[in-house]
């Protein structure tokens, strides 16, 4: 069984812009959720998905935005980028995210912003 | 609040056992986990335990939770240099029919031969 499968697995942006990053759960699973990992703030709750619909939001501001598809593959996107959205962003999928579940974690999209 | 605390650094001889602690503060955390990242790599999960249970043991790994204290610790037998890395424990937090995982800081484990 594939894991969880995040693209791109680099990316370099500047000041205002916007950009996408993409994860592929694992087959079956249900739930997607989006932590940010910096070095000052370690790793953050962002946003979880399920069934298409977000269900839990983190203390991020809205620049920080997401979707699910009805296949279950989520998009996450930053809009007008800032030189402390550089993190490494970390996707991860569950069947439901119910509380007795794993959490299985891809690799990452390591983000920089100049 | 929900807070999640470890030591930041670990070292240790190859071949000693290695403890890593955590303490959380969420009483109603159901599951506690244990995670790897190495450089450059996302999250490994090594383990996990129920919070009804005070022990879990997975070949090398030894998992012993006191939920009075709220207390986790994460024993590693006959380290390796392999097993150098980042460990992260994280509780899970009941939240809108679903729900998130709070990490700890992250404790870096060097394992020098």
């Known amino acids: 069984k594939a894991g969880v499968t995040q693209t791109p697995r680099y990316l370099i942006k500047t000041r205002g812009q916007q950009v996408t990053l993409s994860c592929s759960p694992i087959?079956?699973?249900?739930?997607v959720s989006w932590y940010q990992q910096t070095p000052g703030q370690g790793l953050q709750f962002l946003f979880e998905?399920?069934?298409?619909?977000?269900?839990n939001k983190g203390n991020f501001p809205g620049r920080f935005s997401g979707r699910q598809f009805s296949n279950s593959r989520s998009e996450m996107n930053v809009s007008t980028l800032e030189l402390g959205d550089s993190a490494l962003y970390l996707c991860?999928?569950?069947?439901?995210?119910?509380?007795?579940?794993?959490?299985?974690f891809g690799s990452g999209t390591q983000l920089s912003v100049l | 609040g929900e807070d999640v605390e470890q030591s930041l650094f670990l070292s240790v001889r190859e071949g000693d056992s290695s403890v890593i602690n955590c303490t959380y503060t969420?009483?109603?955390?159901?599951?506690l986990y244990w995670y790897k990242q190495e450089p450059g790599a996302g999250l490994q999960l090594l383990t996990y335990?129920?919070?009804?249970?005070d022990m879990k043991q997975d070949q090398r790994l030894t998992v012993l939770l006191n939920k009075k204290d709220k207390h986790l610790s994460l024993r590693i037998a006959d380290t390796q240099t392999g097993d150098s890395a980042i460990y992260f424990c994280a509780e899970f937090s009941i939240y809108n029919q679903g729900g998130k995982l709070i990490f700890g800081q992250g404790t870096e484990l060097s394992v020098k031969p």
């Open positions: 087959s079956g699973h249900r739930s």
């Open positions: 998905y399920f069934s298409e619909t977000q269900r």
């Open positions: 991860a999928s569950s069947l439901a995210m119910s509380t007795n579940e794993k959490l299985f």
């Open positions: 335990i129920f919070s009804n249970m």
């Open positions: 969420d009483s109603s955390s159901t599951y």
